[in-house]
């Protein structure tokens, strides 16, 4: 398996355009999540999916974000306008639940600078 | 106060030295607990996995989770260069959502 799969790997974007990140998980997992890591405050949980469907949007910061999972095997985070504080190295994971225990595979993360 | 605390380090260490790195937490609903390690420019991979309380040892490195404390630990033994990374610990309340440390950098120099 070729793992959880992000693009852009890097993206250098000015102020106010719109920014789309890609996500393809694991195939076979039920669970997808978004993060996004910052020297400041590490690794913060956005949103994630069970089977496409949004469960938790509690860590979305505000409205300029957005997320989508049409498909098992799809799922974009927009940010529309964005702002230079939201450069961050964004991740997307993927996991399946096994009895107790669940493994989130993390993919290779999307660099966002916004100047 | 975060739900999970972490010290940043840098944490500094020759080779072959003993590792400690820490957590503390305040949700006593916690019962699932893991360490992740991120090398410099990838995602974080799970390192150890641990459910409720109790030690689990895998190869050089040891999880300890002590719930009446709120403290969780990861040792490395015989730390070596390939063990310079950051490490995260997470945890949850279910089998779902993680909450994470802000990660330890380490440092193993030769």
């Known amino acids: 398996d070729a793992g959880v799969i992000q693009s852009p790997r890097h993206e250098v974007t000015e102020m106010g355009q719109e920014v789309t990140l890609r996500c393809k998980p694991i195939?076979?997992?039920?669970?997808l999540f978004w993060y996004r890591q910052t020297m400041m405050r590490g690794l913060e949980l956005l949103i994630y999916f069970n089977n496409n469907v949004p469960i938790d949007d509690s860590g979305m910061p505000e409205d300029r974000f957005s997320a989508k999972m049409p498909n098992a095997s799809f799922s974009t985070l927009k940010i529309q306008p964005s702002e230079p504080r939201d450069s961050a190295v964004y991740f997307c994971?993927?996991?399946?639940?096994?009895?107790?225990?669940?493994?989130?595979?993390f993919g290779p993360g999307t660099r966002l600078l916004v100047l | 106060q975060k739900e999970v605390e972490q010290d940043p380090g840098p944490l500094s260490v020759p080779e072959g030295a003993i590792v400690s790195l820490n957590c503390t937490y305040s949700?006593?609903?916690?019962?699932?607990f893991m360490w992740y390690r991120q090398y410099s420019r990838k995602g974080p991979e799970l390192l150890m996995y641990?459910?409720?309380?109790g030690n689990k040892e895998d190869g050089r490195f040891t999880a300890q989770v002590d719930k009446s404390s709120k403290y969780i630990s990861l040792f490395i033994r015989d730390s070596q260069p390939s063990d310079s990374a950051t490490y995260l610990c997470?945890?949850?309340?279910?089998?779902?959502?993680?909450?994470f440390g802000t990660g330890t950098r380490l440092q193993v120099f030769p």
């Open positions: 949700n006593s609903a916690f019962q699932y």
């Open positions: 641990t459910y409720s309380s």
């Open positions: 994971a993927s996991s399946f639940t096994s009895g107790r225990r669940q493994t989130q595979y």
């Open positions: 997470a945890m949850s309340a279910s089998t779902d959502k993680l909450i």
């Open positions: 195939s076979g997992h039920d669970y």
